[in-house]
């Protein structure tokens, strides 16, 4: 048994939520050789998920869900919930919305990991970060790149305890980790 992501709790299960063809879960799992997971996607992304998965040596350890993170409930009961560049691309209130499905995906004590840009309070840093958040207003209709207290605030709208900024980097692999409540 490997410690979660946090390092202060095990990881049985978790879901990569929109982990199309595998890339996270693939590497998360052989860090944590005792842990299964479900990546959860829209159809055509499982359906690419399928072969490379099969190949990977660790398709008795991964189940494969087709969904819509924004229509469906996510797989449940799990340990770990992976979501990797996926906030960015909507506004806050559909964000919160989101993050509530990933909240009662987790049991009691469960741990989100939240990839994705983070950006300094006064919003013109990381440079790449606010780059991307003009991408996103041309290209999205409420898509932006959040601060780490907008963040944090999503997470608790959700339920989440205790976000912390876990690895901060200047692209998109800022890492912001939150737990459910014990109770």
Known sequence: ????????????????VGGASGTWTLALLRAMP????????????????????????????IELAPGDFYRDELPGDCDFAW?????????????KEFLAK????????????????VMRPDRTAPTPGAMFAVNMLACTDTGMTYTMAEVAEGLEAAGFIE????????????????????S
């Open 1 to 16: 048994m490997m410690s979660s992501p946090d390092w202060t709790r095990p990881v049985y299960a978790m879901v990569d």
């Open 34 to 61: 005792d842990a299964t997971a479900v990546i959860f996607d829209l159809p055509d992304a499982i359906k690419l998920a399928e072969k490379r998965i099969a190949e990977s040596g660790l398709a008795d350890r």
């Open 83 to 95: 979501v990797s560049a996926i906030i960015h691309q909507h506004g806050r209130e559909r964000n």
């Open 102 to 117: 990933v909240y009662r995906a987790l049991r009691p004590g469960g741990t989100i990991g939240l990839r994705d840009v």
């Open 163 to 182: 976000p912390k900024l876990a690895i901060q980097d200047e692209f998109m692999n800022s890492v912001v980790t939150a737990r459910r409540a014990d």
